[in-house]
């Protein structure tokens, strides 16, 4: 996997923390740049961690799935491309995201924006890829996602969120997609 197919989903899977960011950027009160750089770092580092617990994880497990890797990395890529798309089509109006930055605020939304980071992580793993470069890559984009989606959520709320969601999602899936194309063919 190349630099650009890394790159893609550092920025599909950065969606989520982008529009929480958004969200986050709509309910505070004040307006100061240092809640879109903790927003940037607490996001970005979560995400960049997770897919090191993943890829740790993973080579526990890649010698017994050597075979079954492409299709499990297919899967994983999938599953969360579709739960993207899902989210991003659901009626349903999402729970209000607090207007704090706290850790208390800060720390669940961060794990919880960073769930498919971890199964990401896992894929490498699946796909014997080296580890640092994608986590720095994803780490990065996600942080510059975040600090840019608390600013915009202060000027244009929350029009956007669900069609960068629905990209994030497409995205996830064609990667999902190649990988399972450049091993079966």
């Keep these: 996997m190349g630099i650009v197919e890394v790159?893609?989903?550092?920025?599909?899977?950065?969606?989520?923390?982008?529009?929480?960011?958004v969200a986050k950027g709509i309910s505070?009160?004040?307006?100061?740049?240092?809640?879109?750089?903790?927003?940037?770092?607490w996001f970005g580092g979560f995400q960049a961690l997770m897919p090191l617990i993943g890829y740790s994880l993973g080579i526990g497990f890649s010698s017994?799935?050597?075979e079954?890797?492409?299709?499990?990395?297919?899967?994983?890529?999938?599953?969360?491309?579709?739960n993207m798309l899902r989210s991003s089509l659901s009626k349903?109006?999402?729970a209000p995201v607090s207007s704090g930055f706290t850790y208390r605020v800060m720390l669940p939304l961060a794990i919880a924006t960073s769930i498919d980071a971890l199964a990401i992580g896992v894929s490498f793993a699946f796909l014997s890829?080296?580890?640092?470069?994608?986590?720095?890559?994803i780490g990065f984009t996600t942080m510059v996602f975040s600090f840019a989606g608390v600013y915009?959520?202060?000027?244009?709320?929350?029009?956007f969120r669900t069609k960068a969601e629905f990209v994030g999602g497409l995205v996830l899936i064609a990667i999902g997609c190649k990988i399972l194309w450049e091993h079966t063919m």
């Design 64 to 66: 017994f799935v050597a």
């Design 28 to 41: 505070a009160r004040q307006m100061k740049m240092r809640h879109a750089l903790q927003a940037g770092l």
């Design 92 to 94: 349903e109006d999402e």
């Design 129 to 137: 890829m080296r580890i640092w470069m994608p986590v720095l890559i």
């Design 152 to 159: 915009l959520g202060r000027f244009f709320g929350t029009r």
């Design 68 to 82: 079954w890797d492409h299709w499990i990395a297919w899967t994983l890529l999938t599953l969360i491309g579709i």
């Design 7 to 21: 790159l893609l989903i550092a920025i599909g899977v950065s969606m989520d923390a982008f529009a929480v960011s």
